[in-house]
């Protein structure tokens, strides 16, 4: 589904990816996690092409994204996207944020993309918000409606950027219970967090990195219980014992 | 104060007057619509990925800001003709206000788009909006809620001065009262009553402005 083959990607002089390799099977659920600065959310911003990458090839659902000419909009309709920072429209209510792109991307008709806006709201636990705007939500029910956003588009794939990290600890669970959710129904997920009990359930591998390299993949036990490298130890040790 | 003023003569000059009421709210209205438009497109300009499309913009928008209007004005009246390009008065006018104006709403217009959080853009980006469909449906209902104070600002100052055009022979306003003071001696009544009716058009644009901001800015957004 996603296939990175010796990718590389530079800030400047800053390597931010390293020789990535990594293929993601249709229906795994991928945890990214690292120190910040590890290059994690741009290796999920590539996929996009959020972020042009310089080297190597990127393959999304049988589309070369590193290839300039490749139209993107066929490939981003299909991917769902969520920021840390919720990214809503502040001047369109939460109905109105999940169906623009149903709309003016797939082309639905007004009834088709709001039936199905109302539809992943409800999915989200927020059926009774679709009126509301971004300022009138929780940071938690923001997050949801991002999510919400995401799935209306009915993509193949579904992106996380640190979605818990600007939550408060109590929403927190309210997010990770609809990403596991989604999970658990066989979307094809990759998620930046540290959020490891989320990883611990779902994941089908855990990806760590460090200064743009991965340094482990490995199923959620094994790394969790016995990482292969002292990087992974110490980040485990200090993630554990914070 | 004013027990030497003549409303009568005034009232004489009425229908004058509303001719050029009228005439002033068309030229102002059109060139506010032309400066818009051009607003928006050399704003359009100065953010794009293009240098050419950038730095052609960018020469626009600082000729205009650091000339007089006075000086554009007559560059078009005298000008143009001499260079063989032959205009309506009216259309000369029009187009000095609407290139003068349209430099200051690309600022306007600018700030308005820059204050708008860039991961609102990614947003769009991800989800497969193009350039078009993210500035029509994003950003500019957004930064134009933003700026309807400043837009304001600037069409008074359009309406303002557009008085200017009086001095290309135009039928405006400021005309009318230069008409009635060399008719009839009387520059108190005749810039006086040309003054009120600016202030009914300035009434006129606040009105509008705070009919505009209700149905514009979304109170529950900020």
Known sequence: ?242 | MLEGFNFRIIWEYMPLYMQCFAATLWLSGLSLFGAVVVGIIACAMRLSQSRILRSIAGVYIETIRSTPLLAQLYFFYFGLPSMGIMLPEWLTGVIALTLNSGAYYAEIIRAGIQAIDFGQIEAGIASGLSYIQRMRFIILPQALGNTIRPMLGQAIILVKDSSLLSLISIMELTRAGQVLTSERFTPAEGFLTTAAFYLIIYYMLKAFSGWSEKRLIFREAH
């Open chain 1, 1 to 242: 589904m996603i296939s990175y083959k010796n990718v590389n990607k530079w800030y400047g002089e800053l390597h931010v990816l390293n020789s990535i390799n990594l293929e993601v099977e249709k229906g795994e659920v991928i945890v990214v996690c690292g120190p910040s600065g590890s290059g994690k959310s741009t290796l999920i911003r590539c996929i996009n092409r959020l972020e042009p990458i310089q080297e190597g090839e990127l393959v999304v659902d049988g589309m070369a994204v590193h290839d300039k000419k490749t139209n993107m909009t066929k490939i981003r309709a299909e991917i769902g996207f969520v920021f840390q920072s919720f990214n809503l429209y502040p001047h369109m209510t939460a109905l109105e944020n999940t169906t623009i792109a149903p709309l003016k991307v797939r082309g639905f008709n007004k009834a088709e993309a709001e039936k199905l806006g109302r539809e992943m709201l409800t999915r989200v636990g927020l059926a009774d918000r679709i009126d509301h705007y971004p300022a009138q939500l929780s940071g938690g029910q923001q997050q949801r409606v991002a999510i919400a956003r995401g799935l209306t588009m009915k993509p193949k794939i579904m992106l996380f950027d640190e979605p818990t990290s600007a939550l408060d600890p109590e929403m927190i669970h309210e997010v990770l219970d609809v990403m596991r959710d989604l999970a658990k129904e066989g979307m094809t997920m990759m998620a930046v967090t540290h959020e490891m009990g989320f990883a611990r359930e779902v994941a089908s591998r855990v990806v760590f990195m460090d200064e743009g390299k991965i340094i482990e993949i490995a199923p959620p036990n094994d790394f969790f219980t016995n990482p292969q490298t002292d990087r992974g130890k110490y980040f485990l040790q200090s993630i554990l014992t914070h």
